[in-house]
C-alpha cells in the first residue's frame, strides 16, 4: 500500500514538474512598517532573489522533499524519480529604505540569506495559483523570517517577519509581504500591504528618532 501510494504521488509530480522553469533572477518589492512601542513607520522593501534547479540526478544529497498540495514528503533520493527537476537553492538580497514617499531614499538596512534551501524540494504536482499556491517552508535568518510562496509560474510573495537591532532603541519589528515576479514579465498585484503611515509632522519626528540609532545609515 505505501509503495503504492509513493508510486502514485511522484507520477502526480511528474506531470507538472517539466511543465515550467522557475530559476533565474527575480525580483522583490513591498512595502511595510517598522514598529518600536506606539510609533509605526512605513518603509519600503527592495530586492531580489536567484532561483537555481537541478535533476534529481544531479544532487548530491541522500534525502529529498516532495511537495504535494499541504503536504511535504521526506524521502531517499533514490526513489524519486530520477529525472525530476527540484529546487535545490535560493538566495535573497534584501534593502529596506525610509522616506520612500518623500524623495529622500535612506537605506536603514539590509540583509542577505544565502540560501533558503536546506533539503532539496522536487517540484510541487501543480502549477501554482493565487488560491493554490506553492509555499516553501520557513527560513529564519539573522532574527529575520523568509516564507516564500509561488502563486503562478513567475510570481508570488515572500512574507517577511522579525526584528533588526539598532543602538538607539533596541530591536524594531518589521513585517512586510513584498511581490515577487520573474525578471522580464510584469510585477504582479499584491491582494493588500501591511503598511502603515506617518509621513509628515509628529511621524517624520518619530522617524527621525528611530534612525538616529540605526548601525547602517547609508544614502543611496
Request: hydrophobic residues 40%; aromatic residues 10%; glycine residues 8%.
Amino acid at each position: 500500500m505505501k509503495k503504492a501510494f509513493l508510486l502514485l504521488l511522484l507520477m502526480m509530480t511528474a506531470v507538472t514538474a517539466e511543465g515550467y522553469e522557475i530559476s533565474g533572477t527575480w525580483n522583490i518589492y513591498g512595502t511595510g512598517f517598522v514598529e518600536k512601542s506606539f510609533v509605526r513607520i512605513s518603509l519600503e522593501l527592495r530586492g531580489g532573489m536567484e532561483l537555481s534547479t537541478c535533476k534529481v540526478s544531479e544532487l548530491s544529497y541522500d534525502i529529498i522533499e516532495v511537495l504535494s498540495n499541504d503536504t511535504v514528503t521526506v524521502m531517499r533520493r533514490e526513489d524519486v524519480d530520477q529525472n525530476l527537476d527540484c529546487l535545490n537553492g535560493y538566495e535573497i538580497d534584501l534593502r529596506l529604505y525610509a522616506f520612500d514617499k518623500t524623495g529622500l531614499d535612506i537605506k536603514i538596512w539590509d540583509d542577505n540569506l544565502p540560501n533558503g534551501i536546506r533539503i532539496p524540494i522536487v517540484f510541487p504536482d501543480f502549477t501554482p495559483t493565487v488560491n493554490n499556491p506553492f509555499v516553501l517552508p520557513a527560513v529564519i535568518h539573522n532574527g529575520i523570517s523568509y516564507q516564500v510562496s509561488f502563486t503562478s509560474e513567475t510570481s508570488g510573495k515572500v512574507r517577511i517577519r522579525g526584528y533588526f537591532d539598532t543602538d538607539y532603541v533596541g530591536d524594531i519589528e518589521i513585517n512586510s509581504d513584498c511581490a515577487i515576479w520573474k525578471s522580464g514579465t510584469a510585477r504582479p498585484v499584491t491582494d493588500s500591504e501591511t503598511s502603515s503611515g506617518c509621513d509628515s509632522g509628529a511621524g517624520v519626528f518619530a522617524l527621525m528618532i528611530l534612525l538616529a540609532g540605526v548601525k547602517k545609515f547609508v544614502r543611496n
